[in-house]
């Protein structure tokens, strides 16, 4: 059974920086893109980046110029999270999408505050 592992959450000031890892505990075969998503209290998930394993990246207006998304050869995949700020605040899930089974994390909380 696959799990994806994700670390990086934390506690961070506005204006700081974070970076998200999402790993999967095994091997997963026909990967075609790889996604960090967002949900904050009340709201709905929501899409914050994504990427294909062609390297063609996608971002939600609101992190545009702030944050990037990247993987390695291993399909672990990673967000780099800059200039952050209170409306960030949220549990962050991965997601890796394959046919026709979709993976997801657990969830890192990510709090921006001071």
């Known amino acids: 059974q696959v799990h994806l592992v994700e670390s990086g959450g934390g506690l961070v000031q506005p204006g700081g920086s974070l970076r998200l890892s999402c790993a999967a505990s095994t091997r997963i075969l026909g990967v075609y893109a790889m996604a960090w998503y967002r949900q904050a209290p009340g709201h709905e998930r929501e899409l914050v980046a994504s990427?294909?394993?062609?390297?063609?990246t996608d971002y939600g207006d609101s992190v545009k110029g702030r944050f990037s998304i990247s993987r390695d050869l291993k399909n672990t995949v990673y967000l780099q999270m800059n200039s952050l700020k209170p409306e960030d605040t949220a549990v962050y899930y991965c997601?890796?999408?394959?046919?026709?089974?979709?993976?997801w994390g657990q969830g890192t909380q990510v709090t921006v505050s001071s």
């Open positions: 997601r890796i999408a394959t046919r026709p089974t979709d993976y």
């Open positions: 990427i294909t394993v062609g390297g063609s």
